[in-house]
């Protein structure tokens, strides 16, 4: 009994870890703004992943500029003292103003484990300041309690503070490498033509050729057997974890934002279990009071999940509009979940705080109006 308890330990490890590299992803791509300079394309620097990869999430930053989403981050930033001072600050550090001067970027990250930190490949393409980047980071290092290193790695000079954080290297003014310690090794003999790039692991040549390059944001992941059942028994024996195969993503924006996700699965019937589990949840989704209270119920109507054969394919297309809407909901939510947590008295959601945000207002003003705050 001990054994087994031990086991599913491990497992809801493994799939926190999962999550949260899911997250991380989402997270990166919430954040990076659009540039362009020429650096080196999505494609090109694909050659610095290693064949240990299993999940790739790649920013086209330069394709966001000009989009309607784009012009929303933008603006949800410019109104967000946290992360305007967090961007300002970096430009002000670095010389780094990621509106400029950021291109690419690509993260890359291994199978689950519960062993300890997980490694992952992030390649940033751009235009960089190196000295000044070099010590920016040095002080980051500082503030995090250890002491800026540097090491040679053959023609390369690799920047870093403890083992286990964070190691960082330039190819160029123009490519950054960020790595654990095991993978920026990797990464740099990758650079020099040595050992195996993720292009020689079939099973993810094969999902990164589904993916249209023309895309601003693509992920593609790719679930071993191994990894499918520690899911399964994570997820207290759930039979759609343990029939899925692999996911190929991918978002764009021509003119609101325009979604796709396929989900492949051992067989149809499971996919087809997949979808009909999905339609009950997004009922429950629709029907939620805390949707509607923060503002999301008009999103979640254009969700579409079907079975397609062995695919559950997931689909939404939000305007411009929906848009305010969801970055409206995601403040609304957010401040919720905080006050329930801090349960200050007057709060929305629990019993303290501010009431949540009003009526939706447009991120950006009518034509030859002001932003309505």
């Not at 394309?41 to 930053?61: F, H, K, N, Q």
């Not at 300890?116 to 000295?131: I, M, Q």
């Not at 290297?169 to 990797?186: N, P, Q, Y």
Request: aromatic share 6%; net charge positive.
């Amino acid at each position: 009994m001990q054994r087994e308890t031990t086991t599913e330990g491990s497992n809801r490890k493994q799939a926190s870890a999962w999550r949260a590299r899911a997250c991380a992803a989402l997270v990166l791509a919430a954040l990076i703004a659009p540039a362009g300079c020429g650096s080196e394309s999505p494609g090109d620097l694909m050659r610095y992943i290693p064949v240990e990869a299993t999940t790739v999430v790649r920013l086209d930053a330069k394709r966001l500029r000009g989009t309607e989403l784009d012009r929303r981050i933008q603006q949800f930033i410019k109104r967000n003292d946290f992360f305007r001072w967090k961007i300002e600050d970096l430009a002000k550090q670095t010389g780094v103003e990621v509106f400029r001067h950021i291109d690419t970027v690509i993260l890359a990250l291994p199978a689950s484990t519960d062993k300890g930190p997980e490694d992952f490949a992030l390649v940033v393409g751009g235009k960089f300041d190196r000295s000044r980047v070099v010590g920016w980071y040095k002080e980051y290092v500082k503030t995090a309690g250890a002491e800026p290193r540097e090491r040679a790695y053959g023609r390369h000079t690799i920047y870093y503070g403890k083992d286990e954080g964070y190691h960082v290297a330039f190819m160029s003014s123009r490519t950054l490498l960020v790595g654990t310690k095991a993978w920026i090794g990797k990464m740099l003999d990758l650079a020099d033509g040595k050992g195996a790039g993720v292009e020689k692991r079939q099973e993810m040549q094969a999902l990164l050729a589904r993916v249209q390059s023309s895309r601003i944001l693509s992920a593609v992941m790719y679930l071993s057997d191994a990894q499918r059942t520690a899911l399964a028994q994570a997820g207290a024996g759930d039979a759609s974890l343990a029939s899925m195969t692999s996911l190929v993503g991918d978002l764009d924006s021509s003119r609101g934002v325009e979604l796709a996700v396929v989900i492949d699965h051992t067989t149809p019937e499971a996919a087809k279990g997949v979808a009909e589990s999905f339609a009950k949840t997004l009922k429950e989704i629709r029907g939620s009071a805390l949707v509607a209270k923060a503002g999301l119920s008009g999103v979640a109507e254009k969700l579409v999940g079907t079975a397609q054969g062995r695919e559950f394919r997931l689909t939404a297309e939000l305007a411009p509009a929906q848009l305010d809407e969801l970055v409206h909901g995601i403040q609304n939510f957010a401040q919720m979940q905080m006050a329930e947590q801090l349960k200050v008295p007057g709060a929305a959601g629990g019993r303290g705080g501010r009431a949540p945000f009003g009526p939706v207002q447009p991120l950006l003003p009518p034509a030859g109006g002001q932003p309505q705050r």
